[in-house]
């Protein structure tokens, strides 16, 4: 039973580029969440989606980024723009149901701004 | 706010010694609390959880108690090995609240286990 898979593993965009991150749930998730890591902070929550739609985007910066998870394929993150500010990891995890306390993560994206 | 305040590191232990990760919260609610550990190149896996106070989550030779007295959730191993060398975060979750689809995380304690 294959895990969150997130590609690519890592991405180097010049700025003013746009950055498209993916995450594919387990098998049977339809709830999938995005976190940021900045070097030497926590993870910080962005946005919770289902399918086809967005539950909670409150930790998503106002501007430059979007996020969907379409009734097919991966959810994508996507950074408009990219400043050198966005450079860090990007975690997706995947849960079976809503509140459900097992979030299951990925390996990650590490977005490098150049 | 929630909030999860963790010991920095990088932590490094000798083989069989024993470990101590301490972590403290903020949380305006009724919090479950959770440990994950990092290994290199992978991502977050559910180490222990612990749902309510005086819980206590094992796991893997590893323990935390759920301390609401002190706000506390450290982890402890008796005797660690070099495959425990990993990258450690506490994290808490209120389903009460709005905010319950949130995990927030600390910044991660590294732990290096040498021979």
């Known amino acids: ?114 | 706010g929630d909030s999860v305040t963790q010991m920095e590191g990088p932590v490094t232990l000798s083989e069989e010694a024993f470990l101590t990760i301490n972590c403290t919260y903020t949380a305006t609610g009724y919090p479950s609390l959770f440990w994950y550990v990092q290994y290199p190149g992978e991502g977050l896996q559910l180490l222990l959880k612990a749902t309510k106070a005086d819980d206590k989550g094992s796991n893997k030779g590893f323990e935390a108690t759920y301390r609401k007295e002190t706000t506390s959730f450290h982890l402890e191993k008796g005797s660690v090995q070099v495959s425990d060398s990993a990258v450690y975060f506490c994290a808490l979750s209120d389903p009460t609240q709005n905010t319950g689809n949130q995990f927030y995380f600390g910044t991660g304690t590294s732990l290096t286990v040498i021979p």
């Open chain 1, 1 to 114: 039973n294959a895990g969150v898979m997130q590609n690519p593993r890592h991405l180097v965009r010049r700025r003013g580029q746009e950055a498209r991150l993916r995450c594919s749930p387990m098998k049977g998730h339809s709830h999938v969440y995005w976190y940021r890591q900045l070097p030497e902070e926590g993870l910080k929550f962005m946005v919770y989606l289902q399918k086809e739609n967005i539950i909670d985007e409150s930790g998503m910066p106002k501007e430059r980024f979007s996020a969907e998870f379409p009734k097919e394929g991966p959810s994508i993150l996507r950074i408009q723009q990219v400043v050198r500010g966005d450079s860090a990891a990007y975690f997706c995890a995947s849960s079976e149901g809503h509140s459900s306390y097992e979030q299951y993560f990925g390996p990650g994206t590490r977005l490098t701004v150049t």
